[in-house]
């Protein structure tokens, strides 16, 4: 599998964005997909995750309430919109896939990394 990811940027504090990140390679609908960051000095951490086959979601408790992810499986691509944004959310944003929902919750369950994906929230 594949894995583009797209969308970071600049925003100030409260502004919203959209990640994108286009899957190929393998069907997609077949693995979960999930988001992680990682801020400048720490450690790379999860973000949210979807099942491939229920469309179930998980959210680290630091973005409940302010990001969604969501997939369209015709096209291949699964979504993170991050509203409300905060300083703290400054990170470098990765996508993942992953056998399962519940192997996305670490670092040790991804089994394909994208590219990662800059974003930068200003106070």
């Known amino acids: 599998v594949q894995l583009q990811a797209s969308g970071g940027g600049l925003v100030q504090a409260g502004g919203s964005l959209r990640l994108s990140c286009a899957a190929s390679?393998?069907?997609?609908?077949?693995?979960?997909m999930g988001w992680f960051r990682q801020a400048p000095g720490k450690e790379r951490e999860f973000v949210a995750a979807?099942?491939?086959?229920?469309?179930?979601?998980n959210y680290a408790d630091s973005v409940k309430g302010r990001f969604t992810i969501s997939k369209d499986n015709a096209k291949n691509t699964v979504y993170l919109q991050m509203n409300n944004l905060k300083p703290e959310d400054t990170a470098v944003y990765y996508c993942?896939?992953?056998?399962?929902?519940?192997?996305?919750?670490?670092?040790?369950?991804?089994?394909?990394w994208g590219q990662g994906t800059l974003v930068t929230v200003s106070s």
């Open positions: 993942a896939a992953g056998p399962t929902l519940a192997s996305l919750r670490s670092v040790s369950g991804v089994m394909y």
């Open positions: 390679g393998r069907t997609f609908s077949n693995y979960g």
């Open positions: 979807i099942s491939g086959r229920t469309g179930n979601t």
